[in-house]
């Protein structure tokens, strides 16, 4: 006997997803990136990993990060992976407060670079620490056979000391903070798509790749522990970095679209390429959430500054919707900020 078929209670079989499998996703800073920390993260005793932490309780506080680069390609205009191992891993001990004292520097290097291209990203290290005030004061080098590595990845890691003035973590959000970007969004990450790709309007962009210890030591002279949140939004864009934030501090952050800073270059290539800006990686901009009564003197300080020149207040946190990342458009209308999911631009930090 057959049984009659009822499409009232039919239902679609579940799509397979591949979760046992690391996947170039799950490097994308976006949502994968989360998922894949939320597993990782408790096997260490920990439950969520920083980009850099407090590691003692004393006075000075030091700080500590530890990164790695893998960008594709190694040279690029405004920086290249030297540099950007340096700028990145100085600037992770910016957003904890803390000013850079000292680096390691090592290399996995494939079988068949040329001495010349080690030589050169070496000197590119050195030049970024002279120009931060730092030094790189131990590290290793490994060779891998030919095909088992991408020309050099770089991880460097950093101690720095703590302001004394400072307490920023990204739990620290509150409902009525005021959020600041320092600069424009998007630069690195269109940069590095479109050198790599050749597409054509590389020529008319730079990485925003630089340090911002100076810029962050300059907000927290001026707003105290009224700077209660710093992040620098690098993979998967400012979208990714502040539903992160939102999380961590359990509230809503409410954004307006024309404040956010959009070169028309980067606009234009998104637009091309169907790319969201908020979700481009970027390298030397940061955004805050701060105490209102110090967000004026806060502002002004960072536009004091060349890395902040272009500094604006982009939106406001609220005790709504937490967790969430909201928008108002140019329209009006409200939509909501989603992270990145997946892997959007591959190879680019």
Do not use: W
């Not at 004394?164 to 990204?170: E, K, Y």
């Amino acid at each position: 006997m057959t049984t009659a078929f009822d499409p009232i209670a039919a239902t679609c079989p579940t799509p397979l997803a591949e979760n046992e499998r690391v996947l170039l996703g799950h490097g994308s800073g976006g949502q994968l990136m989360a998922e894949l920390l939320a597993d990782l993260a408790p096997r260490l005793g920990a439950p969520a990993i920083e980009d850099a932490a407090v590691v003692t309780t004393g006075a000075p506080q030091v700080v500590m990060s530890t990164d790695g680069f893998v960008v594709t390609p190694r040279f690029f205009p405004g920086g290249d992976i030297g540099s950007l191992a340096v700028y990145g891993t100085v600037n992770d001990l910016a957003m904890m407060g803390a000013v850079p004292v000292a680096l390691s520097l090592a290399y996995i290097v494939e079988e068949g670079l040329p001495l010349d291209e080690l030589r050169r990203v070496t000197s590119s290290v050195a030049q970024a620490a002279r120009a931060c005030g730092v030094r790189v004061v131990t590290g290793d080098t490994k060779v891998v056979g030919k095909g088992a590595a991408d020309g050099i990845y770089v991880t460097t890691t950093g101690i720095g000391v703590r302001l004394p003035d400072a307490a920023p973590a990204a739990a620290n959000g509150r409902p009525g903070d005021v959020i600041l970007l320092s600069g424009p969004i998007g630069l690195h990450g269109i940069t590095i798509l479109g050198t790599r790709e050749g597409l054509g309007f590389e020529s008319e962009l730079a990485s925003d790749c630089r340090p911002l210890h100076d810029l962050m030591a300059a907000m927290i002279t001026a707003g105290r522990r009224g700077v209660h949140v710093m992040r620098d939004p690098t993979r998967g864009g400012l979208a990714s970095a502040l539903n992160e934030l939102a999380a961590a501090s359990h509230v809503g952050v409410e954004l307006e679209e024309q404040a956010i800073p959009v070169p028309p270059q980067v606009a234009a290539a998104c637009d091309l390429l169907g790319l969201d800006p908020l979700h481009v990686a970027n390298e030397g901009c940061l955004v805050t959430f701060v105490d209102p009564a110090v967000a004026e003197a806060v502002l002004a300080a960072m536009r004091d500054r060349p890395e902040g020149a272009a500094a604006t207040r982009i939106g406001t946190v609220v005790a709504d919707h937490p967790g969430r990342v909201t928008t108002r458009t140019l329209v009006g209308s409200s939509r909501v900020v989603d992270m990145l999911v997946g892997e959007q631009l591959p190879r680019i930090c």
